[in-house]
């Protein structure tokens, strides 16, 4: 039981703040991270190790995330909420209308779509990204500023 608790005192903030970026809700997002380390403690026998247990663990909340969107459809209109963008990335993406934002990075390629929106809606930093995406800092810095390129080159193609 030591052991589950470690765990959750080592990877559960890290879990919390991957499933806010992808939800943008706190109370969603707390209680996706509780059903993702209460899987992760049914299907322990299943880690192999081949991953690190933070990437292990950010999966298996992005398939419960995926899970809560299937049984719970959004329905709420997009144009009302609030898209923030942290401070080092406004004058990049801040500048385009949020509606605009959301089609230029819905149609962008992976990864630079997820590590964008882990960036700029989950206000990660990029050790933790490199974490929950198994790669390095530096590989989510580059990964970033190449996405945020590829999406300033969209924008001034359609000026």
Known sequence: MQQIDEL??????????Y?????????LAEELTQETFYQA??????????????????????????????????HEDIS??????ASAESNALGSLGRIELLKLLHDLEEPYREV?????FGSLSFAE???????TENWARVTFYRGKEKLRKET????
């Open 156 to 159: 001034e193609e359609n000026e």
């Open 80 to 85: 009302e909420q609030e898209i923030p963008v």
């Open 8 to 17: 959750y005192q080592q990877y559960a903030r890290t879990v919390y703040k």
């Open 41 to 74: 403690i049914r299907s322990i026998e299943r880690f192999d190790g081949s991953c690190k247990v933070s990437t292990w663990l950010c999966a298996i909340a992005k398939n419960q995330y995926l899970s809560h969107l299937r049984k719970n459809p959004p």
């Open 116 to 120: 964008i929106y882990l960036r700029a």
């Open 19 to 27: 499933l806010k970026s992808l939800s943008h809700d706190e109370d």
């Open 129 to 135: 990204i490199g974490e929950v995406l198994g790669k």
